[in-house]
């Protein structure tokens, strides 16, 4: 992966879906050794230093300046709820705030952690956010999730109440996913919605996606460029494609409302994997007949 790192072409800080913990090819970079048995960790925040709180309020700000007309508007209207900009925040207290609006909280975690952690996290409202942050040459590009990814990223839309329960179903839905062995195609559906979402709004497509939303080149690619191909929303057509992990992507899926991202993925999905196994995968980039394009 890194013998091909270019960081115009890539995807700043995307997101890394969690099924992948152990399988690459560098060691973790967080100290695992210190984490709970659930994996979470204490953030020690006084162990951050004052260039790590200036890289932070550098990353804060570069991508503030860019929300305007391509973040849809729950992001928008909640990044402010992440506190000082300026520094690292502390999750207690950004926890504190969360659990008041969506009774959401964030933990700390080493990095990645095995999707079985994960899932029960998720299913018990806990956010898992990384407590490390990117080195200065990793300004544009950072390989693994580090705390901004995490925090400006994906923490925003906790405190919508919609898409709070969506991110704890997910979770709910990992661990029976698990049981089934069709984590792969639950995995897929967390990358095209999650990290890489669109939605359509009455102002045009707006990102939600936490990969996109922290990336500084990707956000104005996903939504203005006319390279990618921006597909309609379709469950078992998601769960079936392939995603790229070091490039911009090259497909985006569009929701019409986090309603109909609620709506569509509430049935049991049981059978849905089932008939899954026998239908053949797609590529990234692949275009149906049947795919409403935008
Ligand atoms: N309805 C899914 C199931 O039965 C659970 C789920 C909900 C998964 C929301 C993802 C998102 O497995
Ligand atoms: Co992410």
Redesign the pocket.
């Known amino acids: 992966m890194s013998s091909r790192f270019d960081p115009g072409a890539k995807a700043s800080n995307r997101g890394v879906a969690p099924v992948i913990y152990g399988t690459g090819e560098r060691p973790p970079r967080g100290d695992y050794a210190s984490a709970r048995e659930d994996f979470t960790c204490e953030q020690h925040w006084e162990r951050y230093t004052a260039q790590e709180h200036t890289l932070y309020r550098r990353l804060c700000e570069r991508q503030t300046a860019q929300l305007a007309g391509l973040a849809c508007g729950e992001f928008i209207e909640a990044v402010g709820q992440l506190g000082d900009p300026r520094q690292i925040p502390r999750f207690d207290d950004l926890s504190d705030t969360l659990r008041r609006a969506t009774g959401w909280q964030i933990v700390a975690v080493p990095g990645l952690i095995p999707e079985e952690a994960f899932f029960a996290l998720l299913a018990k409202r806990r956010f898992p956010v990384t407590s490390w942050l990117r080195n200065p040459d990793e300004f544009d590009y950072v390989v693994e999730p580090d705390v901004f990814h995490d925090l400006f990223g994906h923490v925003p839309l906790l405190f919508d109440p919609m898409f709070a329960d969506?991110m704890q179903?997910?979770g709910?839905?990992?661990l029976?996913?698990r049981d089934l062995q069709a984590c792969e195609y639950?995995a897929r559906?967390y990358w095209y919605t999650v990290e890489f979402g669109l939605i359509d709004t009455p102002a045009g497509l707006r990102a939600y996606g936490a990969g996109i939303l922290s990336s500084a080149g990707e956000l104005r690619y996903s939504v203005m460029s006319p390279v990618p191909q921006r597909l309609g929303f379709d469950l078992t057509r998601i769960m079936r494609t392939s995603y790229k992990i070091d490039s911009y992507q090259a497909s985006y899926f569009v929701i019409d409302s986090f309603a109909q991202l609620i709506a569509a993925?509430?049935?049991?999905?049981?059978p849905i994997y089932e008939r899954l196994a026998r239908a053949p995968g797609l590529a990234a980039d692949e275009r149906l007949a049947t795919d409403r394009v935008f």
């Open positions: 969506y179903a997910y709910e839905g990992g029976k996913a639950l559906l993925t509430a049935p049991d999905f049981a």
